[in-house]
Nanobody, 128 residues
């Protein structure tokens, strides 16, 4: 089982930057693909970015490619998965969630049903 906690959201002006933090704890966290999704009330959860368990592969949605960067730092019983967000736009306003993949040692990308552990979310608001 993996527990996740996100932080770092807030209010920023268009063109600005934010760095979201996700800490995933648990003995197997380091062996799982990690991802960021975003969601607004009443809408589907939308893929943002993912990084494979060994950091060899990263995936981005077209909406954020070139502006957002996902990375990870594996430790013995935890993983840090920051999301650096640059050139923010008002349409990036969402609640952002960190997710851990259901299975270990496999690469996943944008399908939210491949992820079964989620944090509580952190609000990002971009003003125009």
């Amino acid at each position: 089982q993996v527990q996740l906690v996100e932080s770092g959201g807030g209010l920023v002006q268009a063109g600005g930057s934010l760095r979201l933090s996700c800490v995933a704890s648990g003995r197997t966290a380091r062996n799982r693909t990690m991802a960021w999704f975003r969601q607004n009330p009443g809408k589907d959860r939308q893929f943002v970015a993912a990084i494979s368990w060994n950091s060899e592969k990263t995936y981005y949605s077209n909406a954020v490619k070139g502006r957002f960067t996902i990375s990870r730092d594996n430790a013995e019983n935890s993983v840090s998965v920051p999301l650096q967000m640059n050139s923010l736009r008002p349409e990036d306003t969402y609640v952002y969630y960190c997710g851990a993949a259901r299975n270990m040692f496999l690469n996943y990308d944008s399908n939210r049903w491949d992820y079964d552990s989620w944090g509580q979310g952190t609000q990002v608001t971009v003003s125009s």
